[in-house]
């Protein structure tokens, strides 16, 4: 809408899905803001009213105790990790024997309980200074989070032992400290917990370690798509072949692309002929011929000749820019699962603080002491955090678009996932998704004793003249042609031209009935043929005859028929639809395996969007997939809508998938990768809540040491990343 603006912040201080929900929540009380912020990419995306300034939404988030900035290069993002690193290498350096002497009796030496102390005091204060900074910070807000439950863990463990240590038996010489899962009935005077504190900061800054450079392995794609064009170009001005950096690029400049070279930006080539290599695009390992006249995408490579392009988009407006833009629009999105996941967060925390306090009472109250209280509380405080479930949506879709954008496909958000699951039937739009979408020659039948070659010179030399896409593909791939005068297009009929002193005439057979050529019953038969196979044919002649007739045809692409058996596995039903007549549909379709009764033909623009609402009707959820503005509308009445990326930008623009490579097996590629992930992103749901469900009753119960609660809350966000990382492997 034009009375609202598109605002991007970096995040800085999140830990966990809950201060996401809190930060969103905040931005979304705004008036004239609707915004979302993504854990996992550590992204808010607001839509705000004019009126609403980036200025005010950074000092809202700061309000709420976190940091925002405008984004920052790429580059950048690498320093997050290495304080971290630094932290978690001395906290595990110091960690290691504090654990060893705890779970070893035989090596509780005398006063050992005190060289534990010296070894943890460290990993605590300063190991854990992230987690007790946030819980502060968040604290003053009047707000909990996962680092509240950590630092109200590690110090309430740390504390207990400085108590037992000084004020209690638990500094005395010669304590032995026996380690157990479980825990057991004492009055915790002898017992400290330095092990607990040590090791659960440790695993946990393990964990946040690990999933920070997975989240840096997840977004990869989309920095490699970003870095994939050219930085400078061989621009030519006033004749003069000038390097220039890329972005000083302008739309209807020439410039010279070398073999080798990656096209800056996108154009249509003025001068060469080559072939180019769109894999880094599109995923197809083949690279496509190209001549003059044709259009050539910005970051793909010239593997043969010289090409002079025309630039006729560049900067923001080019396909690589929309491409990168898509991603991460559909990255920064969120399913409805996942914002069921962030609800349950929000209330997640101060749930289990009541019921750590109630363990904890429990436990006194049956008078198993305060140790068994203690350390049942402190075990349900640490295996709460409820970190995958914030990670468990975020980081499959970051790396499911990621992959997307390698092989072409580009998932606009989310909620597609769930479509692709429902759609049971894809119409397919013929012209340039089924077919080339481009006539070609398909079969010439010359009169008889008329030489062939000599029919096919002459109308190779009127129709070179002709802008018409019958003409184009009589005239494709001749050169050294004689010269045409005195032509004349005959709308509706055809075309006429003289050529070597001769009048030639080509067109529908009522032009030749006007012309008073006589049409040989062989041409008569050949004509009734060309249309009984879906073929369009033209007859060409001269002298008051009929020399020759022309069958051209949009010839089916080579991948169309294996891409519909890839459809119909997956459980779609497979209908061509078409404003052709009903003769040429039918051989299309018989062509590539889809059945007459799925054919809809001769349909208008407003027709397609009929077709796919009576479908609809029926119960159906339709995908769809087109190309060109026609089909536009009909794309975005579809529940899903698959555009071409070698079609039109208004097509595109109503679809749900973009496919950059004109070919309809990306159709079947992107159905099985968004179901996929979609799958991918309820399993990590599934194990998130399946843990913190299975893991409390077990603390609460006094089944687990703290320490080992530590662990297992660091290895489910491990999981759950790791887990999403396997889509990187989709081919």
Not at 635 to 656: F, K, R, S, W, Y
Request: charged share 20%; with cysteine.
């Amino acid at each position: 809408m034009a009375d609202t603006q598109r605002i991007e912040l970096a995040i800085g201080g999140m830990t966990c899905a809950a201060c996401a929900n809190r930060i969103e929540k905040k931005l979304n009380r705004m008036d004239g803001v609707t915004a979302t912020v993504n854990y996992a990419t550590e992204k808010a995306t607001a839509t705000v009213a004019k009126n609403v300034s980036a200025d005010d939404l950074i000092a809202t988030v700061e309000k709420t105790g976190y940091t925002a900035a405008l984004p920052a290069a790429p580059v950048e993002e690498q320093q997050v990790t290495d304080p971290l690193r630094t932290r978690l290498i001395i906290s595990a350096v110091l960690s290691v024997p504090v654990i060893l002497l705890a779970m070893v009796p035989a090596w509780q030496f005398t006063y050992w309980q005190w060289a534990s102390l010296t070894l943890a005091a460290p990993v605590v204060v300063y190991g854990g200074w992230p987690f007790h900074r946030a819980a502060a910070i968040n604290l003053r807000h009047g707000a909990a989070t996962m680092d509240t439950l950590v630092s109200l863990g590690t110090i309430a463990a740390f504390g207990w032992s400085l108590w037992a240590l000084f004020l209690g038996t638990a500094g005395e010489p010669g304590m032995v400290h026996p380690f157990r899962l479980d825990i057991g009935p004492s009055d915790g005077a002898a017992n400290i917990y330095l092990e607990a504190a040590a090791g659960v900061t440790t695993f946990l800054l393990t964990g946040r370690y690990i999933e920070h450079r997975s989240k840096r392995r997840a977004g990869a794609a989309l920095r490699a798509l970003l870095d994939m064009g050219a930085k400078d170009v061989a621009v030519l001005r006033d004749g003069t072949e000038t390097r220039i950096p890329v972005q000083d690029l302008r739309p209807d400049d020439l410039f010279l692309v070398r073999p080798g070279e990656k096209i800056a930006t996108d154009g249509v080539i003025e001068d060469g002929t080559s072939a180019v290599d769109a894999s880094m695009l599109t995923g197809e390992s083949v690279p496509v011929e190209v001549r003059p006249g044709d259009a050539v995408t910005g970051a793909t490579v010239n593997a043969g000749g010289r090409l002079t392009v025309r630039a006729t988009r560049v900067g923001a407006d080019t396909r690589l820019a929309q491409m990168a833009r898509l991603v991460e629009e559909a990255q920064a999105g969120k399913a409805d699962v996942q914002r069921l996941a962030d609800r349950i967060s929000g209330v997640f925390v101060p749930v289990v603080i009541a019921l750590a306090a109630g363990t904890l009472g429990w436990w006194v109250g049956t008078g198993a002491g305060w140790t068994a209280a203690f350390t049942a509380a402190v075990a349900v405080l640490i295996i709460a955090c409820p970190c995958a479930l914030g990670l468990a949506t975020p980081t499959a879709l970051l790396v499911g678009t990621g992959r997307g954008a390698q092989l072409g496909i580009l998932i606009k958000g989310p909620e597609v996932l769930e479509l692709t699951r429902r759609a049971d039937t894809i119409l397919l739009d013929k012209t340039g998704t089924v077919t080339e979408g481009r006539m070609t020659l398909a079969d010439t039948i010359p009169a008889p004793g008329q030489d062939a070659a000599e029919l096919t010179r002459l109308a190779a030399a009127v129709e070179s003249a002709s802008e018409h896409p019958i003409g184009a593909a009589i005239a494709f791939g001749h050169t050294g042609l004689p010269p045409v005068v005195n032509f004349h297009n005959l709308e509706g009929l055809g075309v006429r031209a003289e050529v070597d002193g001769r009048e030639i005439v080509i067109g529908r057979p009522a032009l030749m009935e006007e012309r008073a050529l006589v049409v040989p019953p062989l041409l008569v038969s050949a004509l009734e043929t060309a249309e009984a196979q879906g073929r369009t044919a033209v007859v060409a002649g001269w002298d008051g005859e009929a020399r020759g007739v022309f069958a051209v045809a949009d010839r089916v692409k080579p991948t169309s028929a294996d891409a519909i058996v890839r459809l119909r596995r997956l459980g779609l039903r497979p209908v061509l639809l078409t404003g052709d007549n009903a003769a040429v549909a039918r051989t299309v379709a018989a062509e590539v395996g889809i059945a007459p009764d799925d054919v809809i033909a001769g349909v208008l623009p407003a027709g397609k969007v009929d077709a796919v609402k009576k479908l609809q009707a029926e119960g159906r959820v339709v995908a769809m997939v087109g190309d060109g503005v026609n089909d536009a509308a009909a794309l975005a009445q579809a529940d899903l809508g698959l555009a071409m990326g070698t079609g039109t930008d208004v097509a595109i623009e109503a679809a749900d998938l973009t496919l950059v490579r004109g070919d309809l097996t990306a159709a079947a590629d992107a159905i099985r990768l968004s179901r996929r992930t979609l799958t991918i992103i309820r399993g990590n749901l599934f194990w998130a809540f399946a843990y913190n469900l299975a893991g409390l009753p077990l603390a609460a119960a006094g089944l687990l040491n703290p320490m080992i609660a530590g662990a297992a809350m660091a290895f489910s966000s491990v999981f759950v990343v790791a887990n999403s990382l396997r889509l990187r492997r989709f081919s």
